[in-house]
């Protein structure tokens, strides 16, 4: 007997029966590759998100009617809630261009309060930004607004309002826009955006009002107690094993932080916020702030008919923060009983990252920090709101050292409008990015390169809680001295 053989032997021997029957029972290597068959019937059905009729029959533009107004939706069913949303949707409509493509909205708002549209992620001019009394004026109820901008950069971006944001975005002001690459590997699979947020609801289904909770609300994030993807309560997927699929994983939660796992599953993670990363990575489990996402390659490797879940875990980001609430199911995976396929090889070399040249650098300590006097909590970068602070400024052709640190009791995910960053962090697979978190007593060094577009950006912690309390600061990028 050969001693590969006589191995194997010795190995199913030494397993439980059942295994052994299923190992005897399961069919030889799959025929079929991942790319010669279609997803399964109706597979994201219950989660795909309806796009923005094009207005434009220009191939090469994007044209959309956006309304922001209050809305009824059906987060599961039998249970409807009169959120805010962009055309009565929830998450709002969803934006897929190409890259280079250019995208027309005309927004109008009918909302009972002032609002604006930010891009987030998204390296528009400086006058498209979305920023009230900076970028633009507010549009007032009843008012309209045009954006007219170039999708530069293929990656996962999304859109919120950038005033009252705590409660315009908790309450459902949130969308997803996808800028494809067309040159991307049929291997990473058919794409599917899943935006999660929470939201919080009374037993009548009425949504909380902005500041419940008070200082704690403020000090801790407000967290929704409802969990949902694509604006539903565990809705289902459908997946066949070894039918890979494209994750597009945006955390729109006002404070919550997530994390994911599945049974005997690794991801594949490809990208984050601004595009594909440099190499791919396995990953048994995805964390992700709020605002930031995830570009991931899902491999269903569960048995055929089987059903499964996809589960949200606790994120200790902070003080008190991780036990707050048990791990909890958030999507059904329903393997259908067709024969499992052979997945794709994801290559691991994805793409080049230049790194920014540091040679001559302007450096910049921003500290997050939290004060809490006479029960109300104010929070600053450096010790100073937003109220009060004076903008940093640069320079067109500057690059700069930032460095985020974090003393207080609390995670914060933090976030440069206008500039992709690079994360200086050996053990990190190069990407770039727009929001990154900064742990409790750390630091984080980010570097920028303030290449264009001068004008007044914002920075700011995406625990929106944290940024309407004053830890937000203002950039002014000013032309070459
Ligand atoms: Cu998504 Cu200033 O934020
Ligand atoms: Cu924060």
Request: aromatic share 8%; net charge negative.
């Amino acid at each position: 007997m050969s001693r590969p053989l006589a191995l194997l032997i010795l190995l199913l021997g030494s397993l439980p029966s059942v295994a052994v029957m299923a190992a005897e029972s399961a069919p030889a290597t799959p025929q079929l590759g991942a790319l010669d068959v279609a997803q399964p019937d109706g597979w994201d059905k219950e989660v795909a998100l309806q796009p923005a009729p094009d207005l434009n029959p220009d191939p090469n533009i994007l044209e959309v009617n956006i309304e922001a107004k209050i809305a009824d939706v059906e987060i599961k069913p039998g249970m409807i809630v009169k959120a805010w949303t962009y055309n009565g949707l929830l998450p709002g409509p969803y934006l897929k261009a190409k890259v280079g493509d250019r995208l027309i909205v005309h927004f109008k708002n009918s909302l009972p309060e002032a609002t604006t549209i930010h891009w987030h992620g998204v390296r528009v001019p400086n006058n498209m930004d979305g920023t009230p009394n900076m970028s633009q004026a507010p549009v007032e109820p009843g008012g309209e607004f045009l954006y007219d901008f170039i999708l530069r950069d293929a990656g996962t971006y999304w859109y919120h309002p950038h005033m009252d944001s705590p409660a315009q975005v908790g309450w459902g002001l949130y969308a997803p826009i996808v800028v494809e690459d067309p040159g991307d590997p049929k291997e990473f699979g058919d794409d599917l955006v899943l935006m999660i947020s929470d939201m919080s609801i009374d037993d009548k289904g009425v949504l909380q009002p902005k500041d419940n909770g008070g200082a704690f609300g403020d000090l801790f994030g407000r967290e929704g107690s409802i969990l949902l993807v694509n604006g539903k309560v565990m809705p289902r997927l459908k997946v066949r094993s070894g039918k890979q699929q494209r994750w597009r994983i945006i955390n729109a939660a006002r404070s919550r932080y997530w994390s994911f796992a599945m049974r005997n599953n690794m991801f594949t993670r490809i990208g984050g916020d601004n595009g594909l990363m440099e190499r791919s990575e396995k990953l048994p489990r995805l964390t992700i702030t709020p605002a930031e996402r995830l570009d991931v390659v899902y491999t269903p490797a569960l048995a055929p008919g089987s059903v499964s879940t996809l589960r949200w875990l606790p994120v200790d980001r902070g003080y008190g923060t991780a036990y707050a609430r048990n791990s909890e199911d958030i999507m059904t995976i329903e393997t259908v009983a067709d024969t499992p396929v052979k997945p794709a090889v994801i290559p691991e070399k994805l793409r080049e990252i230049k790194p920014i040249d540091l040679s001559k650098v302007v450096e910049h300590t921003l500290e997050l920090t939290i004060k809490l006097e006479r029960g109300i909590v104010e929070m600053g970068i450096n010790g100073i709101p937003y109220w009060q602070a004076k903008p940093l400024v640069a320079h067109i052709g500057e690059k700069h050292i930032w460095t985020l640190v974090n003393n207080s009791p609390f995670d914060h995910p933090f976030h440069l409008h206008g500039y992709f960053f690079q994360v200086q962090d050996d053990k990190r697979i190069p990407e770039w990015k727009d929001t990154v978190n900064v742990p409790v007593n750390s630091k984080v060094r980010i570097a920028i390169d303030f290449d264009e577009r001068p004008g007044m950006w914002m920075y700011h912690c995406h625990i929106l809680d944290h940024a309407e309390v004053g830890m937000m600061g203002h950039l002014h990028v000013e032309p070459a001295e």
